[in-house]
C-alpha cells in the first residue's frame, strides 16, 4: 500500500520570494507522482506529474518538481511566488499499473503582499 | 465541452435521509472516481469505476454505493446519511487511471445534521 506525506500544512511566504513544499511516499513498487493545486472553492486541477524519465518536472505556472527515489521524496518548488499562488497543493501517487490515487493531507501555500 | 460536472453544489441532510449525488463528464473518459474531501485529511477515495457496468470499492465505501450504467454518468448514494458523511463531495474523470491526469468537478458540499 501507499501513502503519501506532506509535512507542512501551511506555508506563508512573501510575494516574489521563492518557495519548497514538501512530499514523500513510501511504496514498495514502482509509482507514478502528482502534484495537483486547488483554488478556493474549486476543484482540483493537475499542476505536474513523473511517470518516468528525467527525474526533474516542469509544471503550469512556472511550478517545478525532482522525483528522489532514493529519498522517496517529490518536492514541489517555484523560484518566486504571485499572490495568485495562494491555493492548497496536494501531492498524490498511483502504483504503476494501477487505476487509483492516493492523496497527502495538503499544504496551504497562502503568499503575502 | 462541459467537463465534468456535478449537482448539488450544496445540500443539507438529516440523519437518516437518503440522497444521490450526481456526476457527468463529455470527454469519454473510461475511468470515472468519487472523493471526499475533509479538513486535515486530504482527499481519500470513495468508489471508483473503470467503465460502464464495473464498480469498485476505494479507501472509505462504507455508507455509499455507485452503479456505471453509461460510461458519461456516474452517481453517489447515500442511503442512510450520518453525520460522519459531513464533507465536500469530488468526482473525477481520466482516460484510465494509473498515469493519466484525473479531471475534477467543482464538488457537491454536503452537511447532515
Known amino acids: 500500500a501507499q501513502s503519501v506525506t506532506q509535512l507542512d500544512s501551511q506555508v506563508p511566504v512573501f510575494e516574489e520570494a521563492p518557495v519548497e513544499l514538501r512530499c514523500n511516499y513510501s511504496s514498495s513498487v514502482s509509482v507514478y507522482l502528482f502534484w495537483y493545486v486547488q483554488y478556493p472553492n474549486q476543484g482540483l486541477q493537475l499542476l505536474l506529474k513523473y511517470l518516468s524519465g528525467s527525474t526533474l518536472v516542469k509544471g503550469i505556472n512556472g511550478f517545478e518538481a525532482e522525483f528522489n527515489k532514493s529519498q522517496t521524496s517529490f518536492h514541489l518548488r517555484k523560484p518566486s511566488v504571485h499572490i495568485s499562488d495562494t491555493a492548497e497543493y496536494f501531492c498524490a501517487v498511483s502504483e504503476t499499473g494501477a487505476n487509483n490515487l492516493f492523496f497527502g493531507t495538503g499544504t496551504r501555500l497562502t503568499v503575502i503582499p | 465541452n462541459a467537463g465534468v460536472t456535478q449537482t448539488p453544489k450544496f445540500q443539507v441532510l438529516k440523519t437518516g435521509q437518503s440522497m444521490t449525488l450526481q456526476c457527468a463528464q463529455d470527454?469519454?473518459?473510461?475511468?470515472m472516481s468519487w472523493y471526499r474531501q475533509d479538513p486535515g485529511m486530504g482527499l481519500r477515495l470513495i468508489h471508483y469505476s473503470v467503465g460502464a457496468g464495473i464498480t469498485d470499492q476505494g479507501e472509505v465505501p462504507n455508507g455509499y454505493n455507485v452503479s456505471r450504467s453509461t460510461t458519461e454518468d456516474f452517481p453517489l448514494r447515500l442511503l442512510s446519511a450520518a453525520p460522519s458523511q459531513t464533507s465536500v463531495y469530488f468526482c473525477a474523470s481520466s482516460y484510465g487511471g494509473g498515469s493519466y491526469e484525473q479531471y475534477f468537478g467543482p464538488g457537491t458540499r454536503l452537511t447532515v445534521t
Open positions: 470527454m469519454n473518459h473510461e475511468y
